[in-house]
């Protein structure tokens, strides 16, 4: 038997647009809360979330946003996020999803890479002041009005729009945006609104490359739309449901199974803070009874060990979703029997597959919801190959390839990196290792490449090497992960020096700070004289994780 799948399904897909999709659910669910965030106040029901969206759609439009143009988005999770993601919905234009840990490097690549008209930010993230930063990249912000930025370094952009209620010199407010609105400005968005098709590009997420920056894969609204919706279905979300979303918005985690996923089913969206924080989500499951919890394992375990877990209500939890990495099976049996969570389910997929294409189901077993990523999701195609092409049989490990709807139109301008993913015939190669059993579960067993997963977080070393070696005393850099109890993996540097050069790890962290995020500054350095390498010169990675572990005592 084959190691092929195929998501058979009797219900078809839905051939609409978002716009589409949040109009329906306004419709049957006006007076339902649509989305919860006690840390800004929010209760808006579904007729208020729309109003509101309405009203940043027609601003963002008297601005001179078009179908097609590309807004960035620079914050962690709030209203104004949601906001941003359904009015540029409404529009047609292309929400650009922006790391919040992303420092100066990585915004002025994201920005001109995509060629973004505008950006909405935050004031801060943590100890990252957006506005400093964003002043630092682009000194002429200070001595323009705003709407009217003519920048050096980054020429595409024309519109910063803040948060909050201070004023910054060049930028709007949000409130400024949203203020512009009236009756037929709205008029003028439902009718571009009808003109969308679902094939039109929606979304831009930056995804880490095994050769250097980041790639921009680029999602319809079918493709996220659906994703979001069979996501939904598989947990049996309903309108009654509330789903907590600690997890960030940014990525596909947040805006596709979380908010596209409430959107389709009617449910409730609640966020509990703006960044994970285990005592704020626990507190805010039980202020608003909330039956969904999302989180990746190391949130989950964060909670349950939390010294405040007991004294927490949290007997609303039905369901839930964990991904980013297996969870360890004492960990899925505490959040069952402790957090009530009997159908928790686990989720594997990629960015550039919209994200999700197996799914454990709410009725599985505990061993098979923690030894595989469940069953393919309906209208999808997966097949494991070997290093030829060849589909394997059941139960051989290969590279995992994905076809179907989920599948991302492509890299944003590169063709050629787009044509390297998928083939012509229309299959994606994840760069996963998996297996499929007799039965349709899939298990993943590596990963085709060294891809580090921090903390949920996917971290190609490539890219920090390609980073580093910018520095003029460095001569070679190696960048590969590590075991790590509390994030799964860290990442770990060999760097050879050039002769007559000295540096310490303070200084190779102070090169990084304020240029790449923190996830991807390396936590271990080590400065050697020469790597272990093949006959043919090629750089022996394993060899290097073996010699760490032993050094560090890790396991």
């Not at 596909?252 to 009617?266: D, I, K, Q, S």
């Not at 944003?412 to 998928?422: C, H, K, N, S």
Request: glycine share 8%; with cysteine.
């Amino acid at each position: 038997m084959k190691s092929y799948v195929n998501g058979l399904s009797d219900e078809p897909l839905r051939f609409e647009t978002i716009p589409e999709a949040l109009k329906a659910t306004v419709s049957a669910h006006s007076d339902k809360i649509a989305l919860s965030i006690p840390y800004q106040g929010i209760r808006w029901t579904w007729c208020e979330f729309s109003r509101q969206v309405d009203e940043f759609a027609a601003g963002l439009m008297s601005l001179g946003f078009k179908t097609g143009d590309r807004l960035g988005i620079w914050s962690p999770n709030g209203w104004e996020w949601t906001v941003t993601q359904f009015a540029t919905a409404r529009l047609g234009v292309i929400l650009v999803c922006i790391n919040p840990a992303y420092r100066i490097a990585e915004l002025e690549f994201a920005l001109n890479k995509v060629g973004c008209r505008g950006i909405v930010l935050a004031e801060k993230f943590k100890t990252s002041d957006y506005l400093q930063l964003l002043d630092t990249l682009i000194p002429e912000l200070s001595k323009c009005q705003p709407g009217a930025l003519r920048s050096e370094s980054v020429p595409c952009l024309e519109h910063v729009i803040r948060m909050g209620a201070d004023r910054s010199p060049g930028m709007f407010n949000v409130a400024d945006v949203k203020a512009k609105a009236n009756a037929e400005l709205i008029a003028q968005v439902d009718e571009i609104s009808a003109s969308l098709q679902p094939d039109d590009p929606i979304n831009i997420q930056f995804t880490s490359g095994t050769t250097g920056l980041p790639k921009a894969a680029t999602l319809s609204h079918f493709n996220i739309l659906n994703n979001g919706y069979l996501v939904g279905k598989t947990i049996a979300l309903q309108p009654k449901d509330k789903v907590c979303i600690p997890v960030p918005l940014y990525h596909c985690f947040g805006m596709v199974m979380g908010n596209l996923a409430c959107v389709a089913h009617g449910a409730t969206m609640v966020y509990p803070a703006p960044v994970f924080e285990a005592e704020i989500t626990l507190k805010t499951v039980q202020e608003e009874k909330c039956t969904a919890l999302y989180g990746v394992p190391t949130m989950f375990i964060a909670q349950l060990d939390h010294p405040e877990f007991s004294s927490y209500d949290v007997s609303s939890l039905r369901t839930g979703i964990m991904a980013g990495s297996l969870c360890p099976i004492e960990v899925m049996k505490r959040v069952i029997a402790e957090m009530n969570m009997s159908e928790v389910t686990i989720a594997y997929g990629m960015t550039e597959t919209s994200p999700v294409s197996f799914q454990s189901s709410i009725d599985d077993s505990v061993e098979l919801r923690v030894t595989t990523v469940g069953r393919i999701h309906p209208h999808v195609e997966v097949k494991i190959v070997d290093e030829g092409g060849h589909v394997v049989e059941r139960g051989v490990q290969g590279e995992l390839r994905t076809r179907g709807y989920c599948v991302m139109r492509g890299y944003w301008g590169d063709p050629e990196r787009t044509t390297e993913t998928i083939d012509d015939a229309g299959w994606l190669k994840t760069g996963d290792l998996a297996t499929i059993d007799e039965n349709g579960y899939c298990r993943i067993t590596g990963r085709v490449k060294d891809m580090v997963i921090r903390g949920g977080e996917n971290v190609y070393p490539r890219e920090i090497e390609e980073f580093l070696y910018r520095h003029s005393d460095i001569q070679d850099v190696q960048v590969f992960g590590v075991p790590d109890e509390r994030f799964g993996e860290e990442l770990c540097a060999w760097i050879k020096l050039k002769s007559g050069t000295h540096l310490t790890d303070e200084d190779i962290r102070d090169f990084c700070k304020d240029q790449i995020a923190y996830y991807k500054v390396p936590r271990y350095i080590q400065f050697v004289d020469e790597y272990p390498m093949t006959v043919t010169g090629k750089h022996q990675k394993f060899k290097m994780r073996d010699a760490m572990i032993e050094q560090l005592e890790l396991s």
